[in-house]
């Protein structure tokens, strides 16, 4: 089945230590998003990228990097410069980035310990 | 800048009961796009509708609907004949139809969410 598989479901992280967070789609869809989501907000763009080899910084970007190698994987790295980085983050697609709906990933809730 | 408002944090209501989400918006462009997600507790945001500002017909989904108002810059949604099952998060989002700043690809902006649970 087509869709968008986020990796892993949880993650623990010491402070200080960098992370990467896996996103990837089987959808043929150019456009990728970074999303984070606090309790009690809404979604905030990290990063996102329109086409392989191209992405974009977000409102929230600070702390955060990522990359576009293949059209399917859009990995976030989480860095020891994010000084808050306990939450919630939701990768998305699109087909492109004219508006069409967003397919979201089932997340991955990472806690600093 | 564009900006999502719903302003109710938390609805209860009882099975089978009608129950209305709000959303308002800001946007400077004339060309723009608003759209539904429903976030059940696994997590993962569900499209549920996406409507653009040059159509304000009201849209029938089954037991959802949803009520556009260009006017009052409202889009709103509702649930007839709650169900358990339609407990979740909704959110409600808007991307602008003109060009991004890379002049590329465009963002959604989300409000905070409405925690909507329905009781049996």
């Known amino acids: 089945d087509g869709g968008i598989t986020q990796s892993p479901k949880y993650l623990f992280r010491k402070e200080g230590q960098n992370v990467t967070l896996s996103c990837e789609q089987n959808l043929n869809h150019d456009a990728m998003y970074w999303y984070r989501q606090d309790p009690g907000q809404g979604l905030r763009l990290i990063y996102y990228s329109q086409i392989v080899n191209d992405f974009q910084k977000g409102d929230i970007a600070e702390g955060y990097s990522v990359s576009r190698e293949k059209k399917e994987s859009f990995p976030l790295t989480v860095t020891s410069a994010q000084k808050n980085p306990t939450a919630f983050y939701l990768c998305a697609s699109s087909i492109s980035g004219t508006l069409t709906e967003a397919f979201f990933g089932q997340g991955t809730r990472l806690t600093v310990v | 800048a564009q900006k999502v408002t719903q302003a109710q944090t938390e609805i209860s209501v009882v099975e089978k009961e009608d129950v209305t989400l709000d959303c308002v918006y800001e946007?400077?462009?004339?060309?723009?796009?608003l759209f539904w997600y429903k976030q059940p507790p696994s997590g993962e945001l569900v499209f549920l509708i996406r409507?653009?500002?040059?159509?304000?017909q009201n849209e029938i989904s089954g037991r959802y609907s949803w009520n556009f108002q260009k006017s009052t810059s409202s889009f709103n949604f509702t649930i007839t004949a709650s169900q358990v099952v339609d407990s979740a998060v909704y959110f409600c989002a808007l991307s602008e139809g003109g060009q991004g700043s890379s002049g590329s690809a465009r963002q959604l902006t989300f409000g905070s969410g409405t925690q909507l649970t329905v009781l049996p």
């Open positions: 409507r653009n500002s040059f159509d304000e």
């Open positions: 946007t400077r462009d004339t060309t723009y796009y």
